[in-house]
């Protein structure tokens, strides 16, 4: 399978370089580059790519609230793509509210190429939470400053015991192969249970399962 990406940045340099970088590789196509973030709106709707590697700050619109309009119920495409936000800084409040808004990830513009090519193919793969340590310390940082979300602690009554244990392992960055081992189940039903989670929080990933288990208190900000 091929995916398809959409490069958003406002710099033409950097927009060219991670394109030329994405299309040297065989499975991975770019179909179109947007200096900001009204044109990445306009041509993701247009071209409907798998994949929008998208820049925080950009002018025009900026990439969170692009990342809002791509992933709100106002998107005219049917094909919703998955957002992977680029930034310079690992603890930047915009970053926050991309993942909040339902972004699957982010990385650092100063990773190394054969990073970003696999964080794209995660992305495109239905996976999230990229470089886990980078992204939980970031989700710690705000967690700690937000008031506690009441909305989020009364919907854990939807779930069951085990949905909470694994959300809560879900929330310390547990992968599935390592909550299967703490809970002496096979992978196969805990991708089960992470399933239900997910649709019993609306949540799009793995990402936003995360902020949630911050919010409702499954988990503490460390420190």
């Known amino acids: 399978m091929t995916i398809s990406v959409l490069v958003a940045d406002d710099q033409a340099m950097v927009r060219a370089?991670?394109?030329?970088?994405?299309?040297?590789?065989?499975?991975?196509?770019?179909?179109?580059?947007?200096?900001?973030?009204?044109?990445a709106v306009a041509l993701s709707a247009r071209l409907n790519p798998d994949v929008v590697l998208m820049d925080v700050r950009m002018p025009e619109l900026d990439g969170i609230a692009a990342t809002r309009r791509i992933l709100g119920p106002a998107y005219p495409a049917a094909h919703v793509p998955r957002i992977l936000m680029l930034t310079t800084f690992d603890i930047d409040d915009y970053v926050y509210d991309a993942l909040e808004a339902g972004a699957s990830g982010f990385l650092l513009k100063d990773a190394l190429p054969e990073?970003?090519?696999?964080?794209?193919?995660?992305?495109?793969?239905?996976?999230?939470?990229?470089?886990?340590?980078?992204?939980?310390?970031?989700?710690?940082?705000?967690?700690?400053?937000?008031?506690?979300?009441?909305?989020?602690?009364?919907?854990?009554?939807?779930?069951?015991?085990?949905?909470?244990?694994?959300?809560?392992?879900?929330?310390?960055?547990?992968?599935?192969?390592?909550?299967?081992?703490?809970?002496?189940?096979?992978?196969?039903?805990?991708?089960?249970?992470?399933?239900?989670?997910?649709a019993k929080l609306g949540a799009r990933d793995r990402v936003q399962a995360v902020i949630f288990a911050y919010d409702a208190g499954l988990v503490e900000p460390a420190g």
């Open 115 to 198: 990073d970003l090519v696999h964080a794209v193919r995660v992305v495109a793969a239905g996976d999230a939470l990229l470089a886990p340590s980078v992204t939980r310390r970031m989700i710690e940082h705000f967690a700690a400053r937000r008031p506690r979300a009441g909305r989020a602690a009364a919907m854990l009554g939807e779930l069951t015991e085990r949905e909470r244990e694994v959300l809560t392992l879900i929330g310390g960055g547990r992968s599935n192969a390592e909550i299967a081992a703490d809970l002496f189940i096979s992978e196969q039903t805990v991708k089960t249970h992470v399933g239900k989670v997910l």
């Open 17 to 39: 370089g991670f394109a030329a970088l994405l299309d040297a590789q065989e499975d991975v196509r770019v179909v179109g580059q947007a200096a900001d973030g009204a044109e």
